[in-house]
């Protein structure tokens, strides 16, 4: 029977382990005493591990679920200009590995998980970001973006001195419309008249609109010469050189997907990261890997984050933005309404 399961919160922790790797990707692997299962396979999508975002939460997910319930992992990295045949080949080699669940992180593994999991019915497949698949041994792990990114425009428009504001996505697809599309409504409904620029990196992933910090920074480095002093980024590793740029410039940059403020690796730019729409993707990688290995009863069918439920929504870790009564005071009343159904996010 296929069901929709509540997103809950996870944590971190480790890995490592000598399997073969397949042409398809490098990959890192690890494994317990316990043998029974070889535990859960994950596939990084563009940008891989370190992107401090979208993958890294992912492998967060995945490190805690292998801690907690005893079992190994290999977890493989994506190859430069790979072909759908790659990703399908990577989840089938993890599969045929005794690896499950077996999990695609990134829309791009739709057909991927799609082909594998007819070729492995016994197997539990995941997706996150993408829910076109429909089979009793898939859980196709979405979320509502636009109403984290709601907020996260909302706080932006508070934020903001010269009521001129920011929104980078890394490539010009449905999924980042639905970012885009919920923050400039959740800006616009503190202030109507506001001014927000508005632009794609790439217009395919192959492109690098999700890998090149390069490409962020220079997009980032034009918005704010523009004028605008909030830029919010949703462009995987490449929001990395937006929060570089927002930094050198001193004016706010918003993360995306993880808590860009606590990533160490962007410590020294964290006095200007406001905050970041948070997209649970660890919890997700946690419940399906709970489901399967402890509980025994594998999800199946969309399982889909929101404000609702924990599975989208904004830090606070930032004190700046946590101490500020304005911007908390909007950000609590526009959740409130997004909860309640009086604020209808648009989702494109």
């Not at 029974?36 to 999508?45: M, N, P, Q």
């Not at 609702?308 to 830090?315: E, H, I, K, T």
């Not at 950000?331 to 989702?347: C, F, M, N, P, Y």
């Amino acid at each position: 029977m296929r069901r929709v399961s509540r997103i809950t919160i996870a944590g971190v922790a480790t890995a490592a382990l000598a399997v073969t790797v397949s042409a398809c990707g490098s990959s890192s692997t690890s494994s317990s005493s316990e043998g029974k299962s070889k535990g859960i396979g994950l596939a990084y999508d563009v940008g891989g591990k370190g992107d401090q975002s979208f993958n890294d939460a992912a492998y967060a997910g995945f490190e805690k679920a292998q801690k907690e319930f005893g079992v190994g992992g290999r977890d493989v990295e994506p190859t430069d200009n790979e072909s759908d045949a790659d990703k399908t080949q990577r989840l089938v080699t993890l599969a045929k590995a005794g690896y499950n669940p077996v999990i695609g992180v990134g829309f791009a593994y739709a057909g991927a998980v799609k082909e594998a999991a007819a070729k492995f019915p016994k197997v539990t497949f995941g997706i996150i970001d993408d829910n076109q698949t429909t089979a009793d041994n898939v859980a196709d792990m979405v979320f509502h973006e636009e109403q984290s990114s709601y907020l996260a425009g909302v706080a932006a428009a508070k934020a903001t001195k010269k009521n001129h504001i920011g929104f980078i996505g890394g490539v010009d697809v449905p999924l980042i419309h639905k970012f885009e599309a919920g923050y400039i409504q959740g800006a616009k409904s503190v202030n109507p008249k506001i001014k927000v620029e508005s632009q794609y990196l790439t217009q395919t992933a192959q492109e690098g609109g999700f890998s090149s910090p390069d490409k962020g920074e220079n997009a980032a480095n034009g918005q704010i010469d523009a004028g605008a002093d909030v830029v919010y980024a949703a462009a995987g590793l490449s929001g990395q050189g937006v929060i570089k740029s927002a930094a050198e410039h001193k004016v706010w940059a918003i993360g995306v997907d993880s808590d860009q403020y606590n990533q160490q690796p962007l410590a020294k730019y964290k006095d200007y990261i406001l905050t970041s729409a948070l997209k649970n993707v660890e919890g997700a990688v946690y419940d399906l890997s709970k489901s399967v290995i402890k509980d025994k009863k594998p999800l199946s069918g969309e399982i889909r984050g929101s404000l609702d439920n924990g599975g989208v929504g904004l830090s606070d870790s930032n004190p700046a933005f946590k101490s500020n009564a304005a911007i908390q005071a909007a950000v609590k009343k526009a959740e409130q309404g997004i909860k309640d159904g009086s604020i209808k996010v648009k989702s494109s």
